[in-house]
């Protein structure tokens, strides 16, 4: 799978916080799976019916994960702003 440049790149140098001005995302520093694979995890099983236990296999992350980032119930927040690293 080909990383956009861009990503890297904001993965880099800014990060993004929610309303209440925690990290989110990517950018927290417990974050382990990158937003580009959440957001093909949640591509790959809206759009292709891919259930959880196939995404759970192919992205080597359990089943429960898999389910509560397909269902919204983690890593859905929106950006409130963006805060340029120093």
Known sequence: MAQD???RLVRREYIAFN????RIGSS????????AVVNRMRELHEEFNFGYRVLARMFGVSRGTV???CTYRRR?????RWQRRT
């Open 5 to 7: 440049p861009r990503e």
């Open 67 to 69: 389910q509560k980032i």
């Open 28 to 35: 927290h520093h417990n974050s382990t799976i990158p937003d």
């Open 76 to 80: 859905a927040q929106t950006v409130a």
């Open 19 to 22: 309303e209440r001005g925690y």
